[in-house]
């Protein structure tokens, strides 16, 4: 790479991270918000549900399908046609004079959000073909996506502090005519000009299978199961396997299940899924941990969870420097290690901690993670070959998001049944706390506290059982990264 063409692909990377950066706070921003919009839409129970959760739906819905439309029509004119709607719906959703325009317009922002992060990885692996270049510029982009997640809560407060809640929306409106003016002088084209057309059956298959699996996971962590979450998820995975099947029959995939025979693929793919799955279920209790049991506003609990996100940035910008000296496996399952000596300090949570203690653990957990992030997303995409860059993409972001939709699930649930089998007299904690401020001091002072460590208690057995996942998947990986080092040597490339 001449001296030129690499201060390009840098540049073209920062304009890639101001998109990762911006697709992670889009997820966080709007949560803050929803209080106003409540107040001024008047939706109803399901309606605000849906405001959420739809753009979720659509967003990992539509990535396997708009990764491979990259691969044949370029994933840079994919980012650009994205942005461009991404920046109108954005415009839409701030001034939506309706709950039903608005959940319209969230709906098509998943879809133009899911061009994003596929079309910013499948770029990166494109400019930096170099597997220690690629590796740290992952690195960087997984940096943004924490990034992001960290500041959505101080950047939402404050927009929500002086303006309305659309303007928490119009934060995508300049990043995107940024990448409209910068795109196409910094970022290449790529595309598989051999591809044959896209196969419509597989993209309505990928739809049908992530949809109802995401949707069923989601009711799952909020209500517990029920048939209709149960018989959603079993339609999801059995469409999944049907579309499986019909990748395997197909000269021109949509998804290359060959790379699956691949050890070093599967098992980043897996280890992603895991990752995300203890890290999303810990960020889910955690928050509620800080506003029910620690009686903490939204915005403080955020502030008192963003520390966990630059642990993330430290492990995953730390992660390429590492594997210059040690197999990526061995600093993956360092990671984990390390990850689960986090959950094991969660584990000595009680109602009264002090908040010191919510913090060491959380940035334990999420610093040794961080290298796993960027690794593990590393290998996924360079595994791929340049024609099949953005399915490959697409698939190591819709991976971490199945992942986390089941560890808020599960592990929520885990939670859920231990505050049940307390015996506490309410459901949830939620509904103790509004029910003990119905009453005298004396009564909530009597209610209150036995709720608080049913529901602490709880998340002692979901941190215990995250601190098992992650010791078992570290070993798994190291003795896996042992068994291929003969083979791949220590290079960014090596197997995970």
């Given at each position: 790479?001449?001296?030129?063409?690499?201060?390009?692909?840098?540049a073209g990377l920062a304009v890639l991270c101001v998109v990762a950066l911006l697709a992670s706070l889009e997820l966080t921003v709007t949560h803050l918000a929803l209080p106003a919009i409540d107040s001024d839409l008047r939706?109803?129970?399901?309606?605000?549900?849906?405001?959420?959760?739809?753009?979720?739906?659509?967003?990992?819905?539509?990535?396997?399908?708009?990764?491979?439309?990259?691969?044949?029509?370029?994933?840079?004119?994919?980012?650009?046609?994205?942005?461009?709607?991404?920046?109108?719906?954005?415009?839409?959703?701030?001034?939506?004079?309706?709950?039903e325009t608005l959940i319209?317009?969230?709906?098509?922002?998943?879809?133009?959000?899911?061009?994003?992060?596929?079309?910013?990885?499948?770029?990166?692996?494109?400019?930096?073909?170099?597997?220690?270049?690629?590796?740290?510029?992952?690195?960087?982009?997984i940096a943004s996506v924490s990034g992001g997640t960290a500041i959505g809560p101080l950047v939402g407060g404050a927009l929500l502090e002086r303006f309305w809640w659309g303007s928490v929306f119009l934060l995508g409106v300049p990043v995107m005519v940024l990448i409209l003016a910068l795109g196409p002088v910094l970022l290449p084209e790529h595309r598989n000009t051999a591809a044959a057309r896209i196969d419509v059956v597989s993209v309505l298959l990928s739809l049908g299978a992530v949809l109802p699996l995401v949707w069923g996971l989601k009711e799952i962590a909020v209500d517990g199961a029920g048939w209709a979450s149960a018989a959603a998820v079993v339609a999801g995975l059995v469409v999944g396997t049907v579309?499986?099947?019909?990748?395997q029959?197909?000269?021109?995939?949509?998804?290359?299940?060959?790379?699956?025979?691949?050890?070093?693929?599967?098992?980043?793919?897996?280890?992603?899924?895991?990752?995300?799955?203890?890290?999303?279920?810990?960020?889910?209790?955690?928050?509620?941990?800080?506003?029910?049991?620690?009686?903490?506003?939204?915005?403080?609990?955020?502030?008192?969870?963003?520390?966990?996100a630059f642990g993330v940035i430290a492990g995953s910008l730390l992660a390429p420097r590492l594997v210059r000296r040690v197999r990526p496996g061995v600093v993956i399952g360092a990671g984990l290690t390390v990850s689960a000596a986090g959950f094991v300090l969660l584990t000595q949570l009680t109602a009264t901690s002090g908040l010191g203690l919510v913090?060491?653990?959380?940035?334990?957990?999420?610093?040794?993670?961080?290298?796993?992030?960027?690794?593990?997303?590393?290998?996924?995409?360079?595994?791929?070959?340049?024609?099949?860059?953005?399915?490959?993409a697409a698939l190591s972001s819709m991976a971490p998001q199945l992942g986390g939709a089941l560890g808020i699930a599960v592990l929520g649930s885990v939670v859920a049944a231990v505050y049940r089998g307390a015996g506490t007299g309410a459901d949830t904690l939620g509904a103790a706390v509004a029910a003990a401020e119905e009453l005298p001091a004396s009564g909530a002072e009597a209610v209150l506290p036995a709720a608080r460590e049913a529901f602490t208690d709880g998340i002692?057995?979901?941190?215990?059982?995250?601190?098992?996942?992650?010791?078992?998947?570290?070993?798994?990986?190291?003795?896996?990264?042992?068994?291929?080092?003969?083979?791949?040597?220590?290079?960014?490339?090596a197997s995970v």
């Amino acid at each position: 790479m001449t001296s030129e063409s690499s201060r390009r692909a840098w540049a073209g990377l920062a304009v890639l991270c101001v998109v990762a950066l911006l697709a992670s706070l889009e997820l966080t921003v709007t949560h803050l918000a929803l209080p106003a919009i409540d107040s001024d839409l008047r939706p109803s129970g399901t309606q605000l549900l849906w405001i959420v959760d739809v753009y979720a739906f659509l967003l990992a819905g539509s990535m396997l399908a708009l990764g491979a439309v990259g691969d044949r029509i370029g994933r840079r004119r994919l980012l650009m046609l994205g942005a461009g709607a991404y920046g109108v719906l954005s415009v839409v959703a701030a001034y939506a004079p309706s709950a039903e325009t608005l959940i319209a317009a969230r709906a098509l922002l998943g879809v133009a959000g899911a061009t994003l992060m596929p079309s910013t990885l499948s770029l990166t692996a494109t400019m930096f073909r170099d597997a220690r270049r690629r590796a740290v510029a992952v690195g960087i982009v997984i940096a943004s996506v924490s990034g992001g997640t960290a500041i959505g809560p101080l950047v939402g407060g404050a927009l929500l502090e002086r303006f309305w809640w659309g303007s928490v929306f119009l934060l995508g409106v300049p990043v995107m005519v940024l990448i409209l003016a910068l795109g196409p002088v910094l970022l290449p084209e790529h595309r598989n000009t051999a591809a044959a057309r896209i196969d419509v059956v597989s993209v309505l298959l990928s739809l049908g299978a992530v949809l109802p699996l995401v949707w069923g996971l989601k009711e799952i962590a909020v209500d517990g199961a029920g048939w209709a979450s149960a018989a959603a998820v079993v339609a999801g995975l059995v469409v999944g396997t049907v579309f499986v099947v019909r990748q395997q029959g197909l000269a021109d995939p949509v998804v290359d299940v060959r790379l699956f025979r691949d050890p070093a693929f599967s098992v980043a793919v897996a280890t992603l899924s895991i990752g995300i799955f203890v890290l999303w279920g810990a960020n889910y209790y955690l928050a509620q941990y800080l506003q029910l049991v620690q009686d903490l506003s939204p915005l403080r609990a955020g502030l008192w969870t963003a520390p966990s996100a630059f642990g993330v940035i430290a492990g995953s910008l730390l992660a390429p420097r590492l594997v210059r000296r040690v197999r990526p496996g061995v600093v993956i399952g360092a990671g984990l290690t390390v990850s689960a000596a986090g959950f094991v300090l969660l584990t000595q949570l009680t109602a009264t901690s002090g908040l010191g203690l919510v913090v060491a653990g959380s940035v334990t957990v999420s610093a040794g993670l961080g290298p796993m992030m960027a690794l593990a997303t590393d290998q996924v995409v360079g595994a791929a070959p340049p024609e099949r860059a953005g399915a490959a993409a697409a698939l190591s972001s819709m991976a971490p998001q199945l992942g986390g939709a089941l560890g808020i699930a599960v592990l929520g649930s885990v939670v859920a049944a231990v505050y049940r089998g307390a015996g506490t007299g309410a459901d949830t904690l939620g509904a103790a706390v509004a029910a003990a401020e119905e009453l005298p001091a004396s009564g909530a002072e009597a209610v209150l506290p036995a709720a608080r460590e049913a529901f602490t208690d709880g998340i002692v057995v979901a941190a215990t059982v995250s601190a098992v996942l992650a010791a078992v998947l570290a070993v798994l990986v190291v003795a896996l990264s042992r068994r291929s080092a003969g083979d791949r040597g220590r290079t960014p490339q090596a197997s995970v």
